[in-house]
């Protein structure tokens, strides 16, 4: 959830529940703070939590959606190894 919270957060994508007060709180506080960062005040973390909870990845962390039915590799590594550059072993 957390990764997928955070993109979602950017407006970057991915699907996490509309209106919710853990969304409600980080974009408050970020925006106090106004460096471009993710902030939420520590009584806050309940409703963070519920937040990142609810958060699906449409596609790998990581990885783009390029159209409706297609993601694509951004992983450095995993491309190395798909492509069989060498020196990258995966599970």
């Known amino acids: 959830g957390y990764d ?23 974009k408050q506080a970020s925006a106090k703070v106004g460096d471009g960062n ?12 519920e937040l990142y909870q609810s ?10 959606q390029v159209s409706g039915d297609k993601c694509e590799v951004q992983d450095r ?3 190395a190894f798909l492509r069989g550059d060498g020196g990258y072993v995966c599970d």
């Open 4 to 26: 997928v919270a955070r993109v979602w957060l950017q407006g970057d994508g991915q699907r996490c529940s509309h209106g919710t007060a853990g969304g409600h709180a980080i």
């Open 38 to 49: 993710m902030w939420y005040r520590p009584q806050e973390t309940s409703r963070v939590r």
């Open 55 to 64: 958060c699906q990845s449409t596609c790998a962390k990581g990885d783009a």
């Open 77 to 79: 590594k995993a491309l």
